[in-house]
C-alpha cells in the first residue's frame, strides 16, 4: 500500500558528508509525515529526524542536530536527509518511514519506531576512522 525506498548509502570517512533519499509515492508525499530511522549491529532502532506535511516543520534527535537536515523535494517527491560531519558512530542502516498521524508541530521528545506504520528497506551509511 505504501512504499518507500531509500538510497544514498555509502561508505565515507569520519568528518565527510552523505546524502540520502526516500522515495515515495506522491498520494504518500503528501499526506503523510516522514522520517527517518537508524539500526546499527547489536542496537536497536533509533529516530533520527522527522519532516511535516508541509516541510516547515522539523524535528531531530540531539545526537545529530546541527549535522543532519532533512527536507522535502516536490518535484521529485522525495524526502532527504544530509548528513555532514559524520561520525563513526553515525555507521548504521537508515530507514525511511511514514505515517499519517505522526505530528511534528507538537512532537517534544523522540517518536518511537511504533508510531510510523511505513518503512523502506533501509541503506548502509558506513563512517571509517
Known amino acids: 500500500q505504501v512504499q518507500l525506498v531509500e538510497s544514498g548509502g555509502g561508505l565515507v570517512q569520519a568528518g565527510g558528508s552523505l546524502r540520502l533519499s526516500c522515495a515515495a509515492s506522491r498520494r504518500t508525499f503528501s499526506r503523510y509525515t516522514m522520517g527517518w530511522f537508524r539500526q546499527a549491529p547489536g542496537k536497536e532502532r533509533e529516530f533520527v529526524a522527522a519532516?511535516?506535511?508541509?516541510?516547515?516543520?522539523?524535528y531531530y534527535a540531539e545526537s545529530v542536530k546541527g549535522r543532519f537536515t532533512v527536507s522535502r523535494d516536490n518535484a521529485k517527491i522525495t524526502v532527504s536527509l544530509q548528513m555532514n560531519s559524520l561520525k563513526p558512530e553515525d555507521t548504521a542502516v537508515y530507514y525511511c518511514?511514514?505515517?499519517?498521524?505522526?505530528?511534528?508541530?507538537?512532537?517534544?521528545?523522540?517518536?518511537?519506531?511504533?508510531?510510523?506504520?511505513?518503512w523502506g528497506q533501509g541503506t548502509q551509511v558506513t563512517v571509517s576512522s
Open positions: 518511514a511514514a505515517d499519517p498521524q505522526v505530528t511534528i508541530a507538537t512532537m517534544t521528545r523522540d517518536p518511537s519506531p511504533s508510531d510510523f506504520g511505513s
Open positions: 519532516i511535516s506535511l508541509s516541510g516547515r516543520s522539523t
